[in-house]
């Protein structure tokens, strides 16, 4: 139980384009979902905290216009990258939050490349 | 505020060599959990273990083994006779579990295994 799914798990796309990166908990409700990037040889950094039909919570920093994020359903949050550079390119993950819990479970991983 | 320090950045042992990760936290609450996780190559997040701040109790499980000291705020992790697939990255994580806060992780301690 408690799986959380991404897709793709790899893209890659051309600067100035979109790209959208879905995160689905198969298994369990979520109302709350966290985004994280992750450079290489760094740590995981919080992007924004995503709430069910609600508005997401972007850390600072992260600018909201440029990673457009929704969470139309229990399940599923999605993550788009609006006019991407080639400083984008990054390891994006997901985490899905156990509606009710503190519980949080990753998803794979989406690595996403902008040349 | 909550912060996780990982004072060692990169390690690197011989295979069949006993091995700790540090990890020192600081936080107000008294109620939180305390996670380690490792993360291969592929990027994907494995859990490790959770250790609830109530329970001091040392773990054990096969060739890991985690070592909690309130006293001292830390959360160690030890892997006996390391191998080469041992060799990965491993973040130690903090989190409150009322309200909705995401897990707050260390930088991370890269090892690696030579055999």
């Known amino acids: 139980g408690a799986v959380v799914s991404q897709h793709p798990s790899w893209v890659i796309c051309k600067s100035g384009t979109s790209v959208k990166i879905e995160c689905r908990s198969l298994?369990?409700?979520?109302?709350?979902m966290f985004w994280y990037r992750q450079f290489p040889k760094q740590s995981l950094m919080l992007m924004a905290t995503?709430?069910?039909?609600?508005?997401?919570?972007?850390e600072q920093g992260v600018e909201k216009d440029k990673f457009l994020i929704n969470h139309a359903s229990l399940t599923l949050s999605t993550l788009t990258v609006t006019s991407a550079h080639p400083e984008d390119s990054s390891f994006y993950i997901c985490?899905?939050?156990?509606?009710?819990?503190?519980?949080?479970?990753f998803g794979p991983g989406t690595r996403l490349t902008v040349t | 505020a909550q912060k996780v320090t990982q004072a060692q950045t990169e390690i690197s042992v011989v295979e069949k060599e006993d091995v700790t990760l540090d990890c020192v936290y600081e936080?107000?609450?008294?109620?939180?959990?305390l996670f380690w996780y490792k993360q291969p190559p592929s990027g994907e997040l494995v859990f490790l273990i959770r250790r609830n701040s109530f329970d001091e109790q040392n773990e054990i499980s096969g060739r890991y083994s985690w070592n909690f000291q309130k006293s001292t705020s830390s959360f160690n992790f030890t892997i006996t006779a390391s191998q080469v697939v041992d060799s990965a990255v491993y973040f130690c994580?903090?989190?409150?579990?009322?309200?909705?806060?995401?897990?707050?992780f260390g930088k991370g301690t890269r090892l690696s295994v030579i055999a």
């Open positions: 985490s899905a939050r156990i509606s009710g819990t503190y519980e949080q479970y």
């Open positions: 936080t107000r609450d008294t109620t939180y959990y």
């Open positions: 298994d369990f409700q979520a109302t709350t």
């Open positions: 995503s709430n069910e039909g609600s508005k997401a919570t972007y």
């Open positions: 994580a903090l989190i409150n579990p009322r309200g909705n806060t995401p897990l707050v």
